[in-house]
Protein backbone atom coordinates (compact mmCIF):
# COMPACT_ATOMS: atom_id res chain seq x y z
CA UNK A 1 0.00 0.00 0.00
CA UNK A 2 1.51 3.51 -0.90
CA UNK A 3 2.03 5.21 2.21
CA UNK A 4 1.52 8.95 0.13
CA UNK A 5 -2.27 7.19 -0.37
CA UNK A 6 -3.20 6.02 2.95
CA UNK A 7 -5.70 7.72 5.37
CA UNK A 8 -4.65 7.59 9.14
CA UNK A 9 -7.10 7.83 11.50
CA UNK A 10 -6.75 8.45 15.00
CA UNK A 11 -9.63 7.29 17.51
CA UNK A 12 -9.25 8.98 21.06
CA UNK A 13 -11.48 7.50 23.86
CA UNK A 14 -10.61 6.52 27.04
CA UNK A 15 -13.71 3.34 26.76
CA UNK A 16 -11.02 0.71 25.19
CA UNK A 17 -14.09 -1.06 24.37
CA UNK A 18 -16.39 1.11 22.74
CA UNK A 19 -13.02 2.23 20.76
CA UNK A 20 -12.59 -1.27 19.53
CA UNK A 21 -15.57 -1.59 18.26
CA UNK A 22 -15.46 1.74 16.22
CA UNK A 23 -12.19 0.47 15.21
CA UNK A 24 -13.87 -2.72 13.68
CA UNK A 25 -17.40 -1.02 12.48
CA UNK A 26 -15.11 1.59 10.04
CA UNK A 27 -12.31 -1.49 8.93
CA UNK A 28 -15.33 -3.15 8.25
CA UNK A 29 -17.52 -0.25 5.83
CA UNK A 30 -14.13 1.12 4.27
CA UNK A 31 -12.42 -2.24 3.79
CA UNK A 32 -11.47 -1.06 -0.11
CA UNK A 33 -9.84 2.52 1.38
CA UNK A 34 -6.25 2.44 2.26
CA UNK A 35 -6.57 3.32 6.44
CA UNK A 36 -4.41 2.65 8.91
CA UNK A 37 -6.76 3.28 12.51
CA UNK A 38 -4.48 4.15 15.65
CA UNK A 39 -6.21 4.25 19.30
CA UNK A 40 -5.73 6.54 22.18
CA UNK A 41 -6.77 5.92 25.65
CA UNK A 42 -5.86 9.63 26.67
CA UNK A 43 -5.43 13.11 24.59
CA UNK A 44 -1.52 12.95 25.84
CA UNK A 45 -0.85 9.82 24.41
CA UNK A 46 -2.53 10.85 20.85
CA UNK A 47 -0.53 13.88 21.00
CA UNK A 48 2.94 12.70 21.45
CA UNK A 49 2.22 10.65 18.03
CA UNK A 50 0.18 13.17 16.45
CA UNK A 51 3.06 15.43 14.56
CA UNK A 52 4.99 11.44 13.87
CA UNK A 53 2.04 10.27 12.22
CA UNK A 54 0.04 13.25 10.75
CA UNK A 55 -3.72 11.93 10.75
CA UNK A 56 -6.37 13.27 8.34
CA UNK A 57 -9.17 12.49 10.80
CA UNK A 58 -9.93 12.40 14.63
CA UNK A 59 -12.65 11.04 16.49
CA UNK A 60 -12.29 12.42 19.74
CA UNK A 61 -13.66 11.89 22.65
CA UNK A 62 -15.43 15.19 24.81
CA UNK A 63 -15.31 13.55 28.19
CA UNK A 64 -11.56 11.86 28.22
CA UNK A 65 -10.97 12.69 31.65
CA UNK A 66 -14.15 10.19 32.58
CA UNK A 67 -11.38 7.52 33.50
CA UNK A 68 -8.44 9.68 34.33
CA UNK A 69 -8.99 12.43 36.04
CA UNK A 70 -5.76 14.25 35.62
CA UNK A 71 -6.31 13.68 31.50
CA UNK A 72 -7.13 16.80 29.73
CA UNK A 73 -10.95 17.05 28.24
CA UNK A 74 -11.56 16.80 24.53
CA UNK A 75 -11.85 20.29 23.95
CA UNK A 76 -8.54 20.94 24.90
CA UNK A 77 -7.15 18.20 22.87
CA UNK A 78 -8.98 19.49 20.00
CA UNK A 79 -7.62 23.20 20.31
CA UNK A 80 -3.91 21.38 20.47
CA UNK A 81 -4.62 19.10 17.48
CA UNK A 82 -5.63 22.73 15.65
CA UNK A 83 -2.42 24.50 16.57
CA UNK A 84 -0.92 21.62 14.60
CA UNK A 85 -3.07 21.05 11.65
CA UNK A 86 -5.78 23.20 10.84
CA UNK A 87 -6.34 20.71 7.80
CA UNK A 88 -7.20 17.88 10.21
CA UNK A 89 -10.75 16.62 10.33
CA UNK A 90 -12.18 16.09 13.79
CA UNK A 91 -15.10 14.62 14.75
CA UNK A 92 -15.87 15.15 18.39
CA UNK A 93 -18.04 11.90 20.10
CA UNK A 94 -19.90 12.72 23.38
CA UNK A 95 -22.13 10.59 25.14
CA UNK A 96 -24.11 14.10 26.23
CA UNK A 97 -26.76 15.70 23.85
CA UNK A 98 -26.57 19.70 24.88
CA UNK A 99 -26.20 21.88 22.14
CA UNK A 100 -23.66 23.98 24.25
CA UNK A 101 -20.97 21.03 23.76
CA UNK A 102 -21.96 20.90 20.02
CA UNK A 103 -21.77 24.86 19.36
CA UNK A 104 -18.04 24.78 21.86
CA UNK A 105 -17.27 21.93 19.42
CA UNK A 106 -17.80 23.46 16.38
CA UNK A 107 -16.59 26.57 17.75
CA UNK A 108 -12.93 25.18 18.63
CA UNK A 109 -12.76 23.52 15.13
CA UNK A 110 -14.83 20.04 14.91
CA UNK A 111 -15.78 18.93 11.39
CA UNK A 112 -18.59 16.82 12.87
CA UNK A 113 -20.48 16.33 16.20
CA UNK A 114 -21.65 12.93 17.06
CA UNK A 115 -23.95 11.97 20.40
CA UNK A 116 -23.37 8.09 21.55
CA UNK A 117 -26.85 6.65 20.74
CA UNK A 118 -27.70 3.96 18.92
CA UNK A 119 -26.88 4.84 15.53
CA UNK A 120 -23.82 6.57 16.36
CA UNK A 121 -21.60 4.20 14.26
CA UNK A 122 -23.54 4.86 10.86
CA UNK A 123 -23.40 8.70 11.88
CA UNK A 124 -19.53 8.34 12.40
CA UNK A 125 -19.42 6.14 9.05
CA UNK A 126 -21.57 9.25 7.18
CA UNK A 127 -19.17 11.47 8.50
CA UNK A 128 -16.06 9.65 7.71
CA UNK A 129 -17.19 9.37 4.19
CA UNK A 130 -17.95 12.88 3.82
CA UNK A 131 -15.01 13.64 4.50
CA UNK A 132 -12.80 11.35 2.43
CA UNK A 133 -15.17 12.98 -0.56
CA UNK A 134 -13.64 16.27 0.38
CA UNK A 135 -10.45 15.00 0.64
CA UNK A 136 -10.53 13.38 -2.78
CA UNK A 137 -12.07 16.31 -4.21
CA UNK A 138 -9.19 18.46 -2.89
CA UNK A 139 -6.78 15.96 -4.72
CA UNK A 140 -8.88 16.53 -8.11
CA UNK A 141 -8.52 20.32 -7.33
CA UNK A 142 -4.83 20.39 -6.44
CA UNK A 143 -4.37 18.38 -9.90
CA UNK A 144 -6.44 20.29 -12.17
CA UNK A 145 -5.02 23.73 -10.52
CA UNK A 146 -1.14 22.02 -10.84
CA UNK A 147 -2.08 21.50 -14.73
CA UNK A 148 -3.54 25.09 -15.00
CA UNK A 149 -0.33 26.49 -14.22
CA UNK A 150 1.53 23.76 -15.71
CA UNK A 151 -0.57 24.88 -19.27
CA UNK A 152 0.14 28.64 -18.96
CA UNK A 153 3.60 28.17 -18.23
CA UNK A 154 4.13 26.11 -21.71
CA UNK A 155 2.29 28.96 -23.29
CA UNK A 156 4.18 31.54 -22.25
CA UNK A 157 7.67 30.14 -22.71
CA UNK A 158 6.17 29.86 -26.17
CA UNK A 159 5.30 33.12 -26.41
CA UNK A 160 8.15 34.24 -25.22
CA UNK A 161 10.48 32.02 -27.09
CA UNK A 162 8.84 33.63 -30.36
CA UNK A 163 8.83 37.08 -28.96
CA UNK A 164 12.73 36.40 -28.61
CA UNK A 165 13.54 34.96 -31.81
CA UNK A 166 11.42 37.54 -33.32
CA UNK A 167 13.90 39.95 -31.99
CA UNK A 168 16.89 38.11 -32.00
CA UNK A 169 16.56 36.54 -35.34
CA UNK A 170 13.68 38.28 -37.33
CA UNK A 171 15.42 36.55 -40.31
CA UNK A 172 13.75 33.07 -39.45
CA UNK A 173 10.31 33.69 -39.67
CA UNK A 174 10.74 35.56 -43.87
Keep these: ?12 EDNKV ?4 LKADIESNFEKMPIKIHSFITGETCMQKFNQIKPQVVIL ?5 S ?3 DAIDGIKVLD ?3 AESKDTNVIMLTSEDHIDIALKSF ?18 NYSLLNIFKMMSAQKASNRYKNLLVATFLCIGLLIGGAIAIQLFAPYLFL
Excluded at 1 to 12: K, Y
Excluded at 61 to 65: A, F, Q
Design 1 to 12: MNSNNQINIFIV
Design 67 to 69: KFT
Design 107 to 124: QHGAFDYVVKTETKFRKI
Design 18 to 21: FALA
Design 61 to 65: DYHLN
Design 80 to 82: LIK
